[in-house]
């Protein structure tokens, strides 16, 4: 007759066995976790510092190159005096498109490097182009 095994006795393997395969366990996947650690701070610092070598990115912007007949003969145009273009054409399109910087002889408030300009208002057009061709992020890609 077989004898029944006391309850609670291991079956088969040794309770230091047991322990010592679940130390095993532990100890993979500790490896693992370690591993996983590594790996995501590699990947975190790759991004991170990839990102600071372009100061532009996701600043560029591309200025197509129009015909010379849309921009720089028609200002040039306006200072030839055909009677195409109203008078005092040529004064409000100096400067950059700003025209000339405003006399105030009484306190000197609107002058100076930082003054007042005498603006047209359909000058923006070459307030506008003559900015975005000193941005910094221009780029010849479309």
């Known amino acids: 007759m077989r004898q029944l095994a006391k309850p609670g006795a ?27 650690a590594v790996l995501a701070v590699t990947f975190f610092l790759y991004y991170r510092f990839s990102q600071l070598d372009d100061p532009c990115r996701g600043r560029y912007i591309h200025v197509c190159k129009l015909p010379p007949r849309f921009n720089t003969d028609m200002t040039r145009d306006a200072c030839r005096g055909d009677g195409r273009w109203p008078a005092g054409a ?15 002889p009484a306190d000197g408030v609107l002058t100076g490097e930082d ?26 890609h479309t």
Not at 17 to 35: D, I, T, Y
Not at 90 to 104: R, T
Request: hydrophobic share 35%; proline share 4%; charged share 25%.
């Open 90 to 104: 040529c004064e409000s399109i100096d400067n950059a498109g700003l025209g000339p910087p405003l006399a105030d």
């Open 10 to 36: 291991p079956k088969g393997r040794s309770r230091r066995a047991v322990a010592g395969a679940k130390e095993k366990a532990v100890a993979g996947s500790f490896r693992r976790l370690c591993f996983a």
């Open 115 to 140: 003054g007042w300009y005498g603006t047209r208002q359909l000058a923006l057009d070459i307030i506008f182009h003559n900015r975005m061709k000193q941005y910094e992020c221009l780029t010849n």
